[in-house]
Nanobody, 127 residues
Framework: QVQLVESGGGLVQAGGSLRLSCAASGRTFRRYAMGWFRQAPGKEREFVGAISWSGGSTYYTDSVKGRFTISRDNAKNTVYLQMNSLKPEDTAVYYC????????????????????WGQGTQVTVSS
């Protein structure tokens, strides 16, 4: 069983930055590929990006490329989402998720491959 706890959300002005953290329980975190998702009110959940268990491969959805960066510290069982140049349309609840079946150190899971989820953290970007 894996437990994921996000933190770091909050209110920020457009153009600002936030760094979200996702702390994971379990000794096998280093073998989990991790993803970030978000859901705005009235919208479907959106796949933001992901990182392989080694950290050597990443994926970002087009709307965040060049602004968001996913990283991980396996010694701390934590994955991060650095968000820069934030826009009002980035406002959402952000969730981290784990793929416990990731088969390769460079495998970046697709949006439907995650089996553990955090509770989410709210990010609000004011204009």
């Amino acid at each position: 069983q894996v437990q994921l706890v996000e933190s770091g959300g909050g209110l920020v002005q457009a153009g600002g930055s936030l760094r979200l953290s996702c702390a994971a329980s379990g000794r096998t975190f280093r073998r989990y590929a991790m993803g970030w998702f978000r859901q705005a009110p009235g919208k479907e959940r959106e796949f933001v990006g992901a990182i392989s268990w080694s950290g050597g491969s990443t994926y970002y959805t087009d709307s965040v490329k060049g602004r968001f960066t996913i990283s991980r510290d396996n010694a701390k069982n934590t994955v991060y989402l650095q968000m820069n140049s934030l826009k009002p349309e980035d406002t959402a609840v952000y969730y981290c998720a784990a793929d416990s079946s990731s088969y390769s150190s460079i495998h970046v899971p697709a949006k439907n491959e995650y089996d553990y989820w955090g509770q989410g953290t709210q990010v609000t970007v004011s204009s």
